[in-house]
């Protein structure tokens, strides 16, 4: 992949306002190559709006997104072959297998490709005969992200991936996005997880009311709070009850 500019990602001065209320107040950071870029805020805050028109699907009020150097409002169809995108709920055809649906997809992106090997990366390759009707909430979720990956992006972009998927199904779409970034790629995610975001994301930008309050690595962000004088109400434990029940039931998956 030929790289125009250190930063993959740059927003600046995004404004978006829907009637009367701005829904992007200002909006501006910058992704760096390779690194997963978290958004984190409560329902409502803006991050969808923001990764909507980064994406090109949506028209800011004023301000510019730019993705390898290019402004995303003016270059649309070269951004569409440098991006994948990975929606929360997808619509695919029930009763295409596997194989079918991927194969669609890299018809219509122009992308000669082996499905199987896309299969086999997201560990579906048992699914390849099935028809998307048949697959569990956590296949489902795997096949969107190898459909996000057709066209060999640059910028990965994921809708709380994890959300509805049991500890297991859970871990297991981690490490496939960390896998995903050991390639090279850049990835932008929006999750409710806090464990999520501290797990994978490199930094994270935390919206509220349409304007970032906060952005750092989880890890300065949580010395920051201490600093503060910050104590938890909640003794911490060294394991979680996903720890608990990843070790009762084992960390395979079982949605087959």
């Known amino acids: ?43 409502g805050a803006g991050k969808t709006t923001t990764i909507e028109i980064i994406e090109g699907m949506r028209k800011a009020d004023s301000g510019t997104t730019f993705i390898n150097g290019l402004n995303t409002l003016n270059n649309q169809k070269k951004i569409k072959q440098i991006i994948g995108v990975q929606l929360q709920q997808n619509a695919f055809f029930e009763y295409l297998n596997l194989f079918e649906i991927i194969d669609l997809y890299a018809n219509l992106y122009g992308k000669k490709i082996n499905p199987s090997d896309l299969l086999f990366k997201v560990e579906l390759s048992e699914k390849e005969k099935s028809k998307f009707k048949e697959l569990s909430g956590g296949q489902k979720q795997r096949l969107s992200i190898a459909i996000a990956l057709v066209n060999d992006p640059y910028v990965l ?3 709380e991936p994890t959300t509805g998927l049991d500890p297991q ?19 932008i995610m929006t999750t409710h997880y806090m464990e999520e975001a501290e797990e994978l994301c490199d ?27 910050f104590k938890s109400k909640r003794s911490i434990k060294k394991a979680s009850l996903d720890d608990v029940f990843l070790d009762l039931t084992g960390q395979e998956l079982r949605d087959t």
Do not use: C, Q
């Open 203 to 229: 930094r994270v930008a935390i919206i509220d009311s349409g304007k970032i309050i906060a952005l750092d690595s989880p890890s300065n962000l949580i010395d920051k709070l201490i600093k503060k004088g």
């Open 157 to 159: 972009f994921l809708d």
């Open 1 to 43: 992949m030929k790289k125009n500019n250190p930063n993959i990602v740059e927003v600046k001065s995004l404004f978006k306002k829907y009637g009367d209320i701005y829904a992007v107040k200002g909006i501006s950071f910058e992704v760096p190559e390779g690194e997963i870029f978290g958004m984190l805020g409560p329902n």
């Open 169 to 187: 199904a859970r871990r297991h779409v981690w490490n496939l996005i960390k896998n995903i970034k050991s390639e090279g790629r850049t990835i």
